[in-house]
């Protein structure tokens, strides 16, 4: 199943109900880090489209606090590259 996350319980809900109405998809919702980490298979692989710069670096920090070593964050936002590559040696 895939999880979908996000700040806004509105937005999680409407994309789960979308889900099941296109045919019953293996969509779970999550508003909370925690909660969203602990509901991913191990090892866990996280895309996140968030706006690029500081709420970026403050989204990697808080998933963060739940993940392991091994786990993948992949930031598919319209990045400035330079921050991708500071990211990767953090």
């Known amino acids: 199943s895939v999880c979908v996350g996000n700040r806004s319980p509105a937005k999680v809900d409407v994309t789960v109900e ?3 109405a ?4 293996p ?3 999550s508003t909370d880090a925690a909660d969203f980490c602990s509901k991913l298979s191990k090892p866990r692989k ?3 489209l ?3 710069g500081k709420p970026v670096d403050l989204t ?3 998933l963060s606090e739940h993940l392991e070593e091994g786990d993948i964050i ?3 936002g319209n990045e400035w590259y330079p921050n991708t590559v ?3 040696e953090e």
């Open 60 to 62: 990697i920090a808080n």
């Open 18 to 20: 979308r889900a099941k």
């Open 27 to 29: 969509l779970i919702g």
């Open 74 to 76: 992949i930031d598919g």
């Open 86 to 88: 500071r990211r990767g």
């Open 22 to 25: 296109e045919g019953e998809l």
């Open 50 to 52: 968030v706006q690029a």
């Open 46 to 48: 996280i895309v996140i």
